[in-house]
Structure formats: C-alpha cells, structure tokens
C-alpha cells in the first residue's frame, strides 16, 4: 500500500506514546497519520492485556486491555489516518524537507514532518532454549497471559524473574491449583512491594533454578512434566504441570534506527526538552527516547508525545502557539462538548 497524500505528521509506532501523540496532534489542528507495524494498535500492552494498570494519572486500576481499548478510542477523536500492518524500515528528506517513508512492503508515506514512538521497537518473545519447545506453543507452552481463567485449577509453572513473571504469578495466585516460580537468581527484577507479596503467598518460589527438560504426554502433544536444574548445585527436580508460561523477556528490533543518522544512545533516541532529534523536523516520544529527567512510565510518555506534537506544530508553523489550549477550553472540542452534554442531560431526563 501507498498513499500519496501528504500528511502534516506522521507517527511511527500506534503504542501509548503514538496513540496519545496523535490525539494532541489533533488537538493541534494537524494531519495526522500512524502507522503500526502489528496487525492491532496498543503495543506492548498487548502482551499483558489482563495485567492491572495503577499508575495512570487519574485512570481507576485497569486492565491492560481496557487501557489500550481507551487510548486507542481517544487516538481516533480528530480522526487521523491509521495504517496497521505497515513497518516502516527506511526514512529519508529530500531536498525540499520532505520526509518518504518506505515500508517492508514496498508501500511508500509522505510527511512534512515525523514522530518516532516504537517503545522498545518491534517485540519478539524470547523463546525458551529447549530442543522441542516449539511443538508445544499450540497446547500448553506460552509466552504471555491473554485469559487469567484459562489456567483456572491447572499446575502452572513460570519460568523467569523480572515484572511480568511475578505479576502473572500473583494474579495466579488465586485461581490455579498451584503456581511455581522458577528464577536464574535469588534477586528478582519486578517492583519491590509486588515481589514481597509474591513470596509472603502460596507461590511456590525456587531459586537459583532454570528449567532443563520439558517431558510430553504419551501423544506429545502437550507437556506433562517440567525437569528443573538447580545452577549452583547441578541438581534437578521435577513437577507434574499443566501449563508453563515463560517470561524471558524481548528480543528488540530496530531496523528503523539502523537506516537513520539519529544521534542514539543504548539503542534510544537522544532528543532535547521539546523532543527534537539531531535531524530537523524529526521527533521522538515515548520509551525509545533517551533525556535528562526521564520518567519511564506510560504517564512519562504521554507528556513526550505532547511536547512532540507541539514541536512538530511550530516546526511547521513558526508562528503557532507554543502549547495547545486545555481540552475544557480548546475550540477543537466545541462540539464534541455539546454532544456529551446532551447525552448526559437524556439519560437524566
């Protein structure tokens, strides 16, 4: 696919960042496009779409899927152009300023100006390094949580350490008929108070252990018991199971970076306060970033991609207002307003 139009903006990545960015594009008055190298907008959220969200600014506690369901319906309030399946892997200006985008298909994007929000780049899981894990993916082996209920009174064991492992093993916690955490070390990589109240509850937690062996059923196909080593005294233990989730962590993929002369740091973007990056009219919001002061929370992200979308709005119009006016004052939301009110005053009636 190509599209020919030129847009005043385009965001590379449909994430928290990108999908905020372009809701204050849009507040910005901007031609707005996204474009998303998975099939669905929400980014890495789609790995822990059960997993509960605590630290949204003013957000009750919410599952991962209802915050992505929310940030996307908001992205898509002044109506920009969304592209999925589309990975960016060249960027190029010419001699005019004007930015062509080449996708991995061969389509090709036209933009005055780009905002990089890739997070952590294109996520792969790590997979487990076991001779014949793989015929297991279709049963019982998985690499993220996308129903909690699916492992209701099953023997399940998780394989890993850091926030993921023991989130899913907390949420566990309560529904399976046992949960076993096995971890390289004693130290664990998850937020402190979530780590204390994994191993003050039920969780079976066996350090410094790594999994060895997974043992099939008679048809092989789903896994039946789990042989696991101890790595500082070789020794090895096994577990009838019914599930095994593994949370290794990401490979990351930066393809993109790789085909830019961006200033980088550590595989981020280093950009200023108003996230401009070493190339002119192009910015970068989100956990790809790399600035004094950074905050890696979702929250953090919103702020960038903010700041992003006003940069890009003077960068293209030098004469603009440096922020957008407060959405209980911004004209853009005029209309939008009365509706609401409306409907509020309907279902009062």
Not at 21 to 32: I, K, V
Not at 37 to 56: F, N, R, S, T
Not at 78 to 96: G, L, R, S
Not at 259 to 279: D, P
Request: glycine share 10%; charged share 20%.
């Amino acid at each position: 696919m190509s599209d020919f139009h030129i847009h005043d903006v385009t965001i590379i990545g449909g994430g928290p960042a990108g999908l905020y960015t372009a809701f204050y594009c849009g507040m910005r008055a901007l031609d707005t496009h996204i474009i998303e190298a998975q099939p669905d907008l929400g980014g890495k959220i789609h790995a822990y779409p059960e997993k509960i969200v605590w630290d949204v600014g003013g957000l009750p506690p919410s599952s991962g899927k209802q915050l992505m369901d929310q940030l996307v319906a908001q992205a898509e309030t002044f109506h920009p152009a969304i592209t999925t399946n589309e990975k960016i892997i060249h960027v190029e200006k010419d001699e005019t300023g004007l930015f062509r985008l080449e996708a991995e298909t061969g389509g090709i994007y036209y933009s005055r100006a780009v905002i990089i929000a890739v997070g952590h780049g294109i996520l792969h899981a790590q997979k487990l390094d076991i001779e014949g894990a793989e015929k297991f993916e279709l049963s019982n082996l998985h690499y993220t949580v996308q129903q909690l209920e699916r492992f209701r009174d099953q023997k399940v064991m998780i394989s890993g350490g850091g926030n993921s492992a023991v989130d899913w093993a907390n949420a566990l916690c309560p529904i399976a008929s046992e949960v076993t955490v096995v971890h390289r070390r004693d130290e664990f990589g998850g937020h402190e108070r979530h780590v204390q109240e994994m191993k003050e509850s039920e969780v079976n937690v066996q350090t410094p252990f790594a999994l060895s062996g997974l043992h099939g059923n008679d048809e092989g196909t789903a896994i039946e018991r789990v042989l696991c080593t101890n790595l500082e005294t070789n020794e090895s233990m096994e577990k009838e199971v019914d599930a095994v989730i593994v949370n290794h962590g990401f490979q990351m993929e930066f393809e993109l970076l790789e085909n830019l002369q961006l200033q980088t740091e550590e595989n981020k973007i280093l950009v200023n306060e108003q996230m401009r990056t070493n190339i002119e009219g192009l910015f970068a919001a989100g956990d790809i970033t790399n600035h004094q002061g950074k905050v890696h929370l979702i929250a953090g992200a919103f702020v960038e991609g903010a700041s992003a979308a006003n940069s890009v709005k003077q960068f293209l119009e030098p004469g603009a207002g440096a922020k957008a006016m407060v959405s209980s004052h911004n004209e853009r939301f005029a209309e939008k307003n009365q509706e609401i009110q409306k409907n509020l005053l309907s279902k009062q009636l």
